[in-house]
């Protein structure tokens, strides 16, 4: 998982990666500590989606720009579009499902 620092790389790796997640969380938010790595384990039964974190007190534009009311959030995009939305208090295995779901359908569409 990639930590980026800016709000422009953010949406540019957003635009140009087919796949990808963002992690949204602070250092202060005890729930993201926790999550963060689960987060990581999942993602990485999935390589052809690009992670990549952010910490919103490092750029606070990310909350504007994606509209995060808590963190920790995780997005889910697919060309460009958020495809999935999770916050805060996040079931792993319902996560992990649904992840799978949708990266599944993609890459059996784009073959």
């Given at each position: 998982m990639?930590?980026?620092?800016?709000?422009?790389?953010?949406?540019?790796?957003?635009?140009d990666?087919?796949?990808?997640?963002?992690?949204?969380?602070?250092e202060?938010?005890?729930?993201?500590?926790?999550l963060?790595?689960?987060?990581?384990?999942?993602?990485?039964e999935?390589?052809?989606?690009?992670?990549m974190?952010?910490?919103?007190?490092?750029?606070?534009?990310?909350?504007?720009?994606?509209q995060?009311?808590?963190?920790?959030?995780?997005?889910?995009?697919?060309?460009?579009?958020?495809?999935?939305?999770?916050?805060?208090?996040?079931?792993?295995?319902?996560?992990?499902?649904?992840?799978?779901?949708?990266?599944?359908?993609?890459?059996?569409?784009a073959?």
């Open positions: 990639e930590l980026l620092k800016d709000i422009e790389t953010v949406k540019q790796h957003i635009a990666e087919k796949l990808s997640l963002l992690y949204i969380g602070q202060n938010c005890s729930v993201c500590h926790g963060k790595p689960q987060i990581k384990k999942i993602m990485s999935f390589p052809d989606v690009y992670t974190e952010v910490d919103a007190m490092d750029v606070p534009e990310v909350a504007g720009e994606f995060v009311l808590t963190v920790p959030v995780v997005l889910l995009f697919v060309e460009g579009k958020e495809y999935l939305r999770k916050a805060r208090i996040i079931q792993t295995a319902q996560f992990k499902a649904e992840v799978e779901k949708i990266v599944t359908g993609y890459l059996s569409i073959e």
